[in-house]
């Protein structure tokens, strides 16, 4: 899991998204610059939590999270077709939870 830094609005609707579905987060990256992690994703890294403009133009996917009580425009980004397991699996068990 990928996301911007504790104390954003960004990641402050993820945790209360992942509150209210009884899931507890674990962020393996947290980086500032949005472009750095959107490019980490598009490597296959893992999946992404950012605002779903960002991915806006790029070969990502972004699932729209919409139970978050803060106004953030999140999403759930990964790369298009994204075959590996793991990420997969994080991938559609988060959507399912939180979109």
Do not use: H, K, W
């Amino acid at each position: 899991m990928l996301c911007i830094p504790p104390g954003t609005g960004i990641r402050t609707a993820f945790e209360q998204s992942c509150a209210r579905a009884g899931l507890e987060p674990e962020v393996d990256l947290s980086g500032s610059n949005p472009e750095t992690l959107l490019g980490l994703t598009a490597r296959g890294l893992g999946v992404c939590v950012l605002a779903g403009p960002m991915a806006r133009g790029t070969e990502l996917v972004a699932t729209t999270i919409v139970d978050a009580e803060v106004r953030a425009g999140l999403a759930l980004v990964i790369r298009d077709g994204d075959r590996q397991r793991a990420t997969r699996r994080l991938y559609d068990l988060l959507r399912s939870a939180l979109s």
